[in-house]
C-alpha cells in the first residue's frame, strides 16, 4: 500500500461505516447509512469512494452490476498514522507536550492518570 494520507472528515464518515460494517459493502448500503444531517448525493459518495481508493484506504470487487468496496488498512492502523500526524503537526512530535496539554487543561480524570501510569509501567517492562 501506499504512504498512508489523511483523509477529509467525509471520507472518515464513509470509512468509520465500512470499518464497523466488518465485510464488503455496495454504495447503495453506504448511502443507506451515513449521517442524516448531511444530505449525501450518490455522485458525490462515489466521487468519495473513488478518492479513497486512489489513497489506497478501499479497494473495489465488482460483483454482477455492484461494486463491493472493503478497507485496504484497518481502523487501528489509521487511528496510529492520524496520532502521530497530530502529535507531530501540533506538538512537535513530543508525547510529553501533548500530555502536558491534557494535564494543563484538566482533560485527565484520576482514572486516565491511572490507567495511562499502569500502561506506562507495561510498557518499561517489555523494553
Given at each position: 500500500?501506499?504512504?498512508?494520507?489523511?483523509?477529509?472528515?467525509?471520507?472518515?464518515?464513509?470509512?468509520?461505516?465500512?470499518?464497523?460494517?466488518?465485510?464488503?459493502?455496495?454504495t447503495?448500503?453506504?448511502?443507506?447509512?451515513?449521517?442524516?444531517?448531511?444530505?449525501?448525493?450518490?455522485?458525490?459518495?462515489?466521487?468519495?469512494?473513488?478518492?479513497?481508493?486512489?489513497?489506497?484506504?478501499?479497494?473495489?470487487?465488482?460483483?454482477?452490476?455492484?461494486?463491493?468496496?472493503?478497507?485496504?488498512?484497518?481502523?487501528?492502523?489509521?487511528?496510529?498514522?492520524?496520532?502521530k500526524?497530530?502529535?507531530?503537526?501540533?506538538?512537535?512530535?513530543?508525547?510529553?507536550?501533548?500530555?502536558?496539554?491534557?494535564?494543563?487543561?484538566?482533560?485527565?480524570?484520576?482514572?486516565?492518570?491511572?490507567?495511562?501510569?499502569?500502561?506506562?509501567?507495561?510498557?518499561?517492562?517489555?523494553?
Amino acid at each position: 500500500m501506499k504512504k498512508i494520507q489523511r483523509m477529509s472528515d467525509a471520507e472518515k464518515q464513509i470509512m468509520n461505516f465500512i470499518w464497523k460494517t466488518g465485510r464488503p459493502v455496495t454504495t447503495a448500503e453506504i448511502m443507506q447509512n451515513l449521517p442524516e444531517e448531511k444530505e449525501w448525493k450518490q455522485n458525490t459518495v462515489i466521487t468519495f469512494l473513488a478518492r479513497l481508493m486512489e489513497k489506497g484506504f478501499l479497494k473495489a470487487t465488482r460483483i454482477s452490476k455492484a461494486n463491493y468496496y472493503e478497507p485496504c488498512l484497518t481502523e487501528q492502523e489509521y487511528r496510529n498514522f492520524a496520532t502521530k500526524q497530530f502529535i507531530a503537526d501540533i506538538h512537535k512530535g513530543s508525547v510529553l507536550r501533548f500530555i502536558n496539554t491534557l494535564c494543563d487543561n484538566g482533560d485527565l480524570t484520576k482514572e486516565d492518570i491511572e490507567n495511562l501510569i499502569k500502561r506506562l509501567k507495561e510498557y518499561v517492562m517489555l523494553c
